[in-house]
């Protein structure tokens, strides 16, 4: 169909057809439907948002013929700095110049820097660590990229908001990988806002197939890969206890001989289809010299939604074994001695502790938390999962849906590791005479 589509063009619509983007064009990558003021573009790595800005402002500027005017004639170019705007927005491999047939392709005046059209349109590049610089100018388009990363990101847009005031309907388009940036999030609130969005894959066709093998191999389960690949913005909850900067700061690479390990489980007693998840986290520690000197390493989280308790005692022990683990650490307010006999049904040596709470969820996890400011824990692998729990626990409770069965393991992990130990060795000994 598509030879028999290609062979009933013209010569002159062939040599036309490289430059219609809109045949070629993947579905995030157009302008939706709709009287919006903003486009947001929104998608991973490599997911085509260069090229849907660039032919966008194509679209904006040129008419039916190279001299004739288009919908737009001043554009403002905003990127995270001036070099970023010439070497990605005009000259990148997907930028303006690239993308523009020859009798259309605007000229680079490199000490204004400014595109010039043939037809009159100009296109301005700033720079989103000088808001000032858009105090004066006046736009009827504006392509801003990678706005989640600008420097001085609420300034700028609102200069860049009093400047697009030109023609009957100014409109501006914002490509950007996402993160919880509070511009961002602003912009995709505002009810004249419309957002596409795709992952890397929907770019594939021009993508290294051993890129997205490695990069998607290397960050599977982890909240980088959600945000950079998959292209979500992920959002902490309103003063969470665990900002994504945060965890992001506790990634490791390699983790070093721990002097123990423990399993911490937060049991799902009933164990049926629709009970909560079953947390089970392992988690290592140095607990070499003084306890300021103590680090822990949250190797593990192999939390499941289990159909029968046995299932996520075998999870547990099993886990346990794979880390040679020192002990299992579980919670017992509900189960009381359900979880231990559980164990011991499936590996009557378990090693086991049972704890109790008798604090709330959000006192126990404040501690573990400070110990995360403190720089003392660290993340060993892909906790993508758990770490959107971290994200959702907040000082007045679990923002998030459901339990957070994840975050509680890890509390009891840390607790026996760390926190408990810490605190017996601090107390002062008594004497007994």
């Given amino acids: 169909m598509v030879a028999q589509f290609l062979d009933s063009l013209s010569d002159a619509a062939l040599a036309a057809l490289p430059w219609l983007f809109e045949f070629w ?42 001299l004739d005017t288009g ?67 006046q736009f009827d388009a504006a392509w801003c990229d990678e706005l989640a990363k600008w420097p001085k990101a609420e300034a700028t847009w609102d200069m860049l908001q009093f400047a697009l005031r030109l023609g009957t309907h100014p409109r501006q388009l914002v490509t950007t990988t996402p993160r919880n940036q509070a511009t961002l999030k602003g912009i995709l609130r505002a009810p004249s806002t419309v957002l596409t969005h795709a992952a890397t894959e929907a770019n594939r066709a021009w993508l290294a197939p051993s890129f997205l093998e ?22 902490d909850a309103q003063g969470t206890l665990w900002p994504q900067t945060l965890l992001e700061g506790a990634r ?74 020192d002990r299992i650490v579980a919670e017992v307010n509900q189960g009381g001695n359900l979880v231990a006999e559980v164990l011991r049904h499936i590996d009557p040596l378990v090693p086991f502790r049972a704890v109790h709470a008798s604090r709330g969820k959000v006192l126990r996890a404040e501690p573990v938390a400070a110990l995360y400011e403190q720089g003392r824990v660290f993340h060993a692998a892909r906790l993508g999962p758990l770490e959107d729990q971290m ?25 026996d590791l760390v926190l408990g130990p810490a605190a017996r060795w601090s107390r002062p000994m008594v004497r007994t005479l």
């Fill in 25 to 66: 064009a993947a579905p995030h990558q157009l302008p939706p439907e709709g009287d919006w003021r903003t486009w947001v573009c929104m998608g991973g790595r490599g997911a085509g948002k260069t090229r849907a800005g660039a032919e966008w402002v194509r679209a904006q500027v040129e008419g039916a013929r190279p």
């Fill in 71 to 137: 919908a737009a004639r001043r554009v403002a170019l905003v990127a995270e700095t001036y070099d970023q705007a010439r070497d990605v927005m005009v000259f990148g491999d997907s930028g303006i110049i690239a993308c523009s047939p020859a009798d259309r392709a605007p000229h680079w005046e490199a000490g204004k820097r400014r595109l010039v059209w043939p037809n009159g349109a100009i296109a301005q590049c700033f720079s989103a660590s000088d808001p000032e610089a858009l105090r004066g100018p």
């Fill in 214 to 235: 490695e990069i998607r191999h290397r960050y599977r389960g982890t909240r980088l890969e959600r945000q950079e690949l998959d292209g979500h913005l992920l959002e």
């Fill in 252 to 325: 490791v690479a390699h983790v070093p001989d721990l002097s123990r390990v423990v399993v911490a489980v937060d049991p799902a007693v009933s164990g049926h289809a629709g009970s909560d998840l079953c947390g089970i986290v392992v988690v290592g520690a140095v607990t070499e010299g003084p306890p300021a000197d103590w680090r822990a390493y949250v190797l593990e989280d192999a939390s499941l939604r289990a159909t029968s308790p046995s299932e996520w005692a075998r999870a547990a022990i099993d886990a346990l074994h794979r880390h040679g683990g």
């Fill in 391 to 415: 994200a959702q626990m907040t000082a007045q409770g679990f923002a998030g849906t459901g339990s957070p069965d994840r975050v509680d393991a890890l509390v009891w992990a840390l607790h």
